[in-house]
């Protein structure tokens, strides 16, 4: 692998890479001071960190195409991962979930009221990962602007809140339903259209509310922000502030399990298939019968949904939200989810919302090259394991004797 | 009636910069039928490069016009290079992967870039000297035309006239147009059609640096984040004039900048982008082809 010529060709990268980052990596120039400052500890740092990286970016070349000509000769059989066959057995299955589940209970009585909420933090983009794993990793719609509808979720909350005193319990369901409407009119003009178009315009409809939610003063008080916002009541018991994190973190956790049986019972429902064959090949899809139009319109108006709930959670949580909390970046996080854990696989979003946001908040130290972080993730997946690194994996019928027809996998 | 001349050709400038980084999404979406969304952050890192290069060359007392060639001259060096490295790390690797694949990984490459230029320069918005001086035979009608202006029009007339001919006459831009009919027989009929998808990124980035410069001179500032809202107005440009065809990227820019310069000038300023992204929908719903595009029809 060291050989020379690898030697050589890496140096070469690096040489090049040096020569790429010189300007915005070494000179940093304050012209209203007339100073030039000169950073040359970084050509070093460049020239390291690429020479490694171009090692490791050719040997993962050649993995990656070793396994894709292993698997022409061999079928798609062994590309099930263990914990997939591990979790396939009922027996094992409830004895995770079991266990998570009385984690998740004990969780906040073992850990600080900041750990709580930040796990709570975590658990909304759990259940945000699965929304809009509807979206692109069932349906293959890649939606840039969801975080649009997590934004009319919260905003249904405030404003109903602050303009007529309705209640948390109330603005639930209104806000997701806000939210799948949102996702409705939206898709009717868009859902006919080629896959990229779609994603630059749900971009743009992201920034047209949040554009909107910024300058409209007298509907969402603009870029100042709602806040007061009540946290959710229980049968009118006055809660402290502990009690009442502890209580949004138990809704949480049931809200969670709630998400996943939905969206397990929906992937394998005839919507669910129609939308993994719409994903894969849409005149096929057409020529079986299939709507296109409406399936579609259900992958969005479904992944609205959760995110206009989310959104309500979101509000009463934080009891104060303001137009910044729905940028582009929040999208950006919540599509990094969906990729890195594994498009279509529920297991995979859980497992990627969990490290994605976890991972930052207990690494104060790197939390600020999250973003760059991200964006690598995106590229490096996409390059090197489009399934993600929990990948979902087909329903599959085998043929076992007469006994049992159809064993299923899931 | 003066102001309507004023915000005429205020329309006209920004529809020119427009053109000049919707150039570079058309031309890379009629060759690989993607859109490069990093090309945003490429404008951006020509206006840093050009930036840096001329406060440097202003603090060791460079005449102005030797600035703004070489700070140019930069800009385009380092924006090529840059749209020459992402094409072969971000998406080449993915010729053969589905589309979304590709338009993920090419959204991954625009937030990496963007916090990478966050991170190693600074997220303030920093001044950008005016490197455009204001003429004097200009002075007659400055209150309405104002020298940028015109040197935004006339930079983006010769470079889109430059284009065309390359295009249309030389050999390169003959493989090119063969490249984004049919990429297969290209290479059949002997097309390095690698080489021509690079040298697409390379002229693409150019015009994006060009545009990077002349915008961060005009408006008089610079941050990280100005690629985002520029890509995202140059494509709905590129869409409107027909995604994939030259003349209609340039069409589709002069139209959107007009619609945004009356619309701001004569309705409200608070909505700016709001129109620009409402004209990009109401295009996609009415017309998806846009204005020059073809009608493409998917065969099974």
């Known amino acids: 692998m060291f050989t020379l010529e690898e030697i050589k060709r890496s140096f070469l990268v690096s040489v090049w890479f040096v020569f790429l980052t010189f300007p915005i990596m070494v000179i940093r120039v304050d012209s209203i001071e ?27 070349m050649r993995r990656k195409e070793m396994k894709s000509s292993d698997e022409d000769e061999q079928g798609d059989a062994t590309g099930r991962s263990f914990l997939h066959r591990w979790l396939a057995d009922p027996k094992y299955r409830y004895i995770v979930f079991g266990s998570l589940l009385a984690i998740a209970i004990i969780f906040p009585h073992v850990f600080s009221t900041y750990q709580t909420s930040i796990m709570t933090t975590a658990l909304m983009y759990v259940v945000l990962g699965l929304g809009l794993n509807i979206v692109v990793g069932l349906a293959g719609l890649l939606d840039l602007g969801y975080v649009a509808f997590y934004a009319v979720g919260a905003y249904t909350y405030a404003l109903l809140h602050h303009f007529f005193g309705i209640g948390f319990w109330v603005a639930l369901p209104a806000g997701g339903l806000l939210a799948a409407l949102f996702g409705i009119l ?38 100042s922000g709602v806040s007061n916002i009540a946290r ?44 993994i064959a719409l994903r894969e090949d849409e005149i096929a899809c057409q020529a079986m019968g299939i709507d296109k139009m409406r399936t579609k319109l259900a992958a969005f108006a479904l992944g609205a949904f959760w995110a206009g709930i989310v959104g309500v959670i979101f509000a009463a949580k934080t009891t104060f939200i303001s137009p910044r909390s729905f940028t582009f970046i929040e999208s950006a996080i919540i599509l990094s989810i969906v990729v890195l854990g594994g498009m279509g696989s529920i297991i995979g979003v859980i497992f990627g919302a969990l490290i994605l946001i976890l991972l930052p908040e207990y690494l104060r130290a790197l939390s600020e090259y999250r973003m760059l972080a991200f964006g690598a993730i995106l590229v490096c997946m996409m390059v090197f394991r489009p399934q993600g690194i929990i990948g979902s994996i087909r329903r599959t019928y085998t043929y076992q004797n007469k006994k049992k027809p159809d064993t299923k996998v899931s | 009636m003066d102001y309507f001349i004023e915000l005429l050709f205020s329309g006209l400038s920004r529809g020119a910069i427009y053109a000049l980084i919707a150039l570079g999404y058309t031309m890379v979406y009629g060759i690989i039928g993607l859109i490069n969304f990093a090309h945003g952050e490429i404008y951006m890192i020509g206006a840093f490069t050009s930036f840096i290069v001329a406060t440097i060359l202003t603090i060791l007392g460079f005449p102005a016009l030797a600035i703004i060639v070489l700070a140019g001259l930069a ?19 993915l010729r053969h992967a589905p589309r979304l694949s590709a338009l993920i990984s090419a959204i991954g490459m625009s937030m990496f870039l963007q916090n990478y230029v966050l991170l190693a320069q600074t997220s303030d918005f920093l ?7 204001d003429f004097d035979f200009m002075e007659p009608i400055a209150h309405i035309v104002g020298s940028s202006d015109m040197i935004i029009l006339v ?19 003959k493989a090119m147009r063969a490249t984004s009919q049919d990429r297969t027989m290209a290479m059949l009929v002997g097309i390095n059609v690698n080489r021509i998808i690079s040298v697409t990124f390379i002229i693409g980035s150019s015009l994006a640096a060009i545009g990077g410069m002349l915008v961060a001179s ?51 300023s608070d909505y700016e982008d709001v129109f620009a992204f409402s004209l990009l929908v109401l295009i996609l719903i ?15």
């Open chain 2, 218 to 268: 005009h408006i008089g500032q610079i941050n990280f984040y100005i690629g985002f809202i520029a890509g995202i107005k140059a494509f709905t440009a590129a869409v409107l004039g027909g995604i994939g065809s030259i003349p209609g990227a340039v069409l589709g820019s002069v139209v959107l900048g007009l619609t945004e310069s009356f619309a701001t000038g004569y309705v409200s």
């Open chain 2, 155 to 173: 930079v983006t007339t010769l470079v889109m006239i430059g284009l065309t001919l390359l295009i249309k006459y030389t050999k390169i831009g």
């Open chain 1, 232 to 275: 959710p009541g229980f049968f009118g018991i006055e809660m402290s502030l502990d009690t009442a994190l502890l209580y949004i973190f138990y809704l949480m956790v049931i809200f969670v399990i709630v998400t996943i049986f939905f969206v397990n019972r929906l992937q394998d429902s005839r919507l669910g298939r129609a939308w």
């Open chain 2, 286 to 300: 009415f017309k998806p082809s846009g204005i020059l595009g073809k009608v493409d029809t998917q065969k099974v």
């Open chain 2, 75 to 93: 800009a385009v060096i380092w924006s090529a290079s840059y749209g020459f490295t992402i094409e072969k790390i971000a998406y080449k690797p």
């Open chain 1, 34 to 60: 007339k100073t030039v400052q000169w950073r040359w500890m970084n050509v070093f740092w460049v020239a390291l960190g690429t020479f490694v990286l171009s090692f490791v970016f050719r040997y993962m």
């Open chain 1, 186 to 223: 939206l898709g009717i003009p868009v859902l006919r259209l080629r896959g990229d178009y779609l994603a630059i315009v749900t971009l743009g409809f992201g920034e047209i509310i949040r554009l909107v939610l910024e300058n409209w003063g007298q509907f969402s008080q603009g870029p």
């Open chain 2, 127 to 133: 001044p950008f000297p005016q490197l455009i001086p």
